[in-house]
Structure formats: structure tokens, C-alpha cells
């Protein structure tokens, strides 16, 4: 199957700071990408949708200033967490399919810990 | 997306036992797909059903499309103790979005 790259794979940062994640498509391009939060022996939940080229679409009750999205690319998707809270820690996933309508494949997530 | 209906929730199952979970949804999906989440790991796309009744293998998995296109199973054959780990079914509507369900813990007794 196709391959999503997602980096880091772990990150610990001090309350405040921002923390960027990035997520790559590393065999094929997506205009759309996802990205998912999932706490502890729970569900993914989807936070917003990625579009290359223009501004991502979020869920509801998601802040946007809060999870800033860019897709400057059609291979690569960043999720950045603007001062990250203790209660921003928890686990992000992002997706991304080859078309629309086919299956969607995963990044290995990150782990972010904030202190 | 919405939660779709899972269940079982959890298992515990002897080793060489089959396994058999189902999603359930009250919309229609175009795509049906399950995966295997490992702990710290990103979900892992086991089987993908496109169609209506589509009924498809990989290997000891085995998954169905259910007719009304609101509901799927996943079977596990002879299951083995790498078989461990969460499986969550998703759904793909016109959106593009996947909605999944809570998941289920299955666990292999050797």
C-alpha cells in the first residue's frame, strides 16, 4: 500500500511553546490530508482537513488558531500546536489517500507530551 | 464524522479460535475499511470493500459490505498472538471523511 510519513514520532515540549508536526505522502500525491487526535484506549477523532493550496477545514469545537494546518505541498501536510497546554498532550494521527474515493493510510502518529 | 457502532468491544479469545467483530452505522457509507492499531502506532489498513455485498480476503481476515451499505464484519481465522491489538472500522462517505467506530481489544490467550 502507499506509504504516509509522519514526524516526529515523539515529542516532549515545556508549556507555551509550539510544536510542529509533519505528515508526508512518501509515493504519491494528495491534495487532501487529514488530521486525527486520539486519547488513551479511545477512538480517532478528526480535527480538520488539509487542503494543498488552500486553508484547511476544521471540526467542529476544534480551535483553528489553537491547530494551525498548512499543505504547501501535495506530498506534505504540518500541524502545528500554538501554546501547547498539558491538556494539548495526547496522540496525532494524519491520513492521506492516493484518490478520493479509495482507502486512506495512516502516518505512525506522535506522541506529544507537554510539561 | 460520526462514531459508528462497534462491538464487540473487547475479547479475549483462545488461540486457533476465529474472531468475528461488526461496525454498524446509521448512514450509508461508499467505502468500508478496517484496520489494526498497534499500541503507539498509526491504525494499519487490513481489508478496503467498495461495494454492496462486496465479500473480500486478506489472508485469515476476511470482511463484508453489508447490503444496506450501513453495516461491515471483519473475521479473524485461526487466530495467532500476533492477532493482538485494537481493530477499528471506518466509513467513507461522499465527504472523503472517515467516521470509525470506538473499536475493538482483542486479545489471544497462547
Known amino acids: 500500500g502507499a506509504v504516509v510519513s509522519q514526524h516526529p514520532s515523539w515529542v516532549i515540549c515545556k508549556s507555551g511553546t509550539s510544536v510542529k508536526i509533519e505528515c508526508r505522502s512518501l509515493?504519491?500525491?494528495?491534495?487532501?490530508m487529514f488530521w486525527y487526535r486520539q486519547f488513551p484506549k479511545q477512538s480517532l477523532m478528526l480535527m480538520a482537513t488539509?487542503?494543498?493550496?488552500?486553508?484547511?477545514?476544521?471540526e467542529q469545537g476544534v480551535e483553528k488558531d489553537k491547530f494551525l494546518i498548512n499543505h504547501a505541498s501535495l506530498t506534505l501536510s504540518t500541524l502545528t500546536v500554538t501554546s501547547a497546554h498539558p491538556e494539548d498532550s495526547s496522540f496525532y494521527i494524519c491520513?492521506?489517500?492516493?484518490?478520493?474515493?479509495?482507502?486512506?493510510?495512516f502516518g505512525q502518529g506522535t506522541r506529544l507530551t507537554v510539561v | 464524522g460520526q462514531q459508528l457502532n462497534q462491538s464487540p468491544q473487547s475479547m479475549f479469545i483462545q488461540e486457533g479460535e476465529d474472531v468475528s467483530m461488526n461496525c454498524t452505522s446509521s448512514?450509508?457509507?461508499?467505502?468500508w475499511l478496517w484496520y489494526k492499531q498497534d499500541p503507539g502506532e498509526g491504525p494499519v489498513l487490513l481489508i478496503a470493500l467498495y461495494k454492496a455485498g462486496e465479500l473480500t480476503s486478506n489472508g485469515r481476515l476476511t470482511a463484508q459490505f453489508g447490503i444496506t451499505r450501513k453495516d461491515s464484519f471483519l473475521n479473524i481465522s485461526a487466530s495467532i498472538p500476533s492477532d493482538v491489538g485494537i481493530y477499528f472500522c471506518?466509513?467513507?462517505?461522499?465527504?472523503?471523511?472517515?467516521?470509525f467506530g470506538a473499536g475493538t481489544t482483542v486479545t489471544v490467550r497462547a
Open positions: 509515493d504519491f500525491q494528495a491534495t487532501t
Open positions: 491520513s492521506a489517500s492516493p484518490g478520493d474515493i479509495t482507502e486512506a493510510f
Open positions: 471506518a466509513g467513507k462517505s461522499n465527504d472523503y471523511k472517515l467516521s
Open positions: 488539509s487542503n494543498e493550496g488552500s486553508k484547511a477545514t476544521y
Open positions: 448512514s450509508i457509507f461508499n467505502t
